[in-house]
């Protein structure tokens, strides 16, 4: 920031509870995400400070719903999200810092931030010594039921399944993600695609657990992408999926049959193999005659289709229908939206779906700035 830092602005008319700064942090290992809190009467931050951070918002006007068990009515201002790839990981605690969040848009710093996320643990020192305000620990799954029970019980058209044969989102109401049964949105299966993959089975607004995981996550696809071809900008990654032609690098049923295999009803167009044509090129074969489009598109299907499948096994062995996937890796990315929700029909034959939430990476955050309401800023034990 090249500019002088602002504020302090405001004096704070309803205070956030317990001395807490209404910001918190996720420090995943791809990107930290910010979320903050702007009451009606704080000004916005100019332009020129969120800029090169700035992913989206609940604004005042936005279907917010108010929540009774929150101290202060979050309905009344904003919800403001940013994210800070890990690259540029120290710059958010000077962004707190040159931005006053942690002052609660009053004169005094707040004792504490809520943070989650490895970071927290990380980077809890350095971030204590910039900003002079306790960096107070909320376990990460916690945190992501937290956020994502939020969204789903208060924000309508916040989920959504996604219709991939039209290629279209279908909004979900409050109301439609709740079972008939449960009157709620649980049980579900939710499947967390950051850099690696969580699995948790969640039965109640507190109650999950952590059933799985897996390290071919998003981290997985973007460290290969990079790995094989000469791509730099995720952007190029939504670009690439248009375009690409997987069957150029996958190997197909019908290349190995010459059709379909009709026996056990596989299709001549699925894939059999994953970069399998890649894999029984003939030696003496140009090294690259297949372009990176093609590589991208066939690493979207590879890694989704596999995150499709270990969900749908997931949800059978524990018995729910209902699968919901967030994380960073389905941001604004409705290739990947289409291929798990295709995997998921695919695998349960029709009779389980995925769902979707608009700010899938935000909910660890969000999770953290609404825990640290009702305790008094102490380290959080994890299960
Ligand atoms: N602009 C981007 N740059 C890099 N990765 C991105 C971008 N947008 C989405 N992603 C995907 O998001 C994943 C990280 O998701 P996130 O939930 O933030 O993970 P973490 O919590 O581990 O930091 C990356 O591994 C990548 O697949
Ligand atoms: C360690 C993590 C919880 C960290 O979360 P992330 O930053 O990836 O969102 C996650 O990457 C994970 O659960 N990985 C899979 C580990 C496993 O194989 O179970």
Redesign the pocket.
């Known amino acids: 920031m090249t500019e002088p830092p602002i504020g302090p602005l405001v004096v704070l008319e309803k205070k956030w509870p317990n001395n807490l700064a209404p910001v918190a942090v996720?420090?995943?290992?791809?990107?930290?995400?910010i979320v903050y809190w702007r009451p009606p009467y704080a000004p916005t931050l100019p332009e020129y400070v969120v800029r090169d951070f700035k992913d989206s918002f609940f604004s005042a006007s936005a279907p917010l719903k108010p929540d009774p068990s929150l101290a202060v009515d979050i309905s009344e201002g904003s919800l403001r999200f940013l994210?800070f790839?890990?690259s540029r990981n120290v710059e958010f605690i000077d962004f707190i810092r040159d931005t006053k969040l942690h002052h609660a848009w009053g004169e005094n710093k707040m004792k504490t931030i809520c943070a989650t996320?490895g970071g927290a643990y990380k980077y809890k020192e350095l971030a204590e010594e910039r900003l002079g305000t306790v960096f107070t620990q909320k376990d990460e799954m916690k945190c992501l039921v937290k956020g994502l029970n939020f969204c789903l019980n208060h924000v309508d058209r916040e989920a959504f399944h996604y219709n991939f044969e039209e290629d279209k989102e279908e909004f979900l109401s409050v109301d439609q993600i709740k079972s008939t049964e449960t009157n709620s949105p649980f049980p579900y299966l939710l499947v967390?695609?950051?850099?690696?993959i969580s699995i948790l089975k969640v039965e109640g607004e507190n109650k999950f657990e952590r059933v799985s995981g897996s390290s071919l996550?998003?981290?997985t696809?973007?460290g290969l992408a990079k790995a094989l071809t000469d791509i730099k900008?995720?952007?190029e990654v939504r670009e690439l999926s248009q375009s690409g032609d997987n069957r150029n690098v996958d190997l197909l049923v019908g290349d190995i049959y010459g059709g379909d295999y009709s026996t056990l009803g596989l299709k001549a167009e699925l894939i059999a193999s994953s970069f399998g044509k890649i894999a029984v090129k003939r030696e003496d074969a140009p090294p690259s005659d297949y372009n990176k489009a093609d590589v991208i598109k066939s690493l979207l299907f590879m890694i989704s289709n596999n995150i499709g499948q270990i969900a749908y096994l997931n949800a059978q062995t524990c018995g729910v229908e209902k699968i919901i996937f967030t994380?960073?890796?389905l941001?604004d990315?409705s290739y990947v939206w289409s291929r798990l929700s295709y995997a998921v029909q695919f695998w349960s034959v029709g009779k389980m779906k995925a769902t979707f939430v608009q700010h899938?990476?935000y909910l660890?955050s969000l999770g953290a700035l609404f825990s640290g309401q009702n305790d008094k800023g102490t380290k959080e034990k994890t299960k």
């Open positions: 996720d420090i995943g290992g791809s990107f930290t995400k994210k790839p890990s996320g967390n695609i950051g850099s690696g996550g998003g981290g696809f973007w900008n995720f952007d994380g960073g890796f941001q990315n899938n990476s660890g």
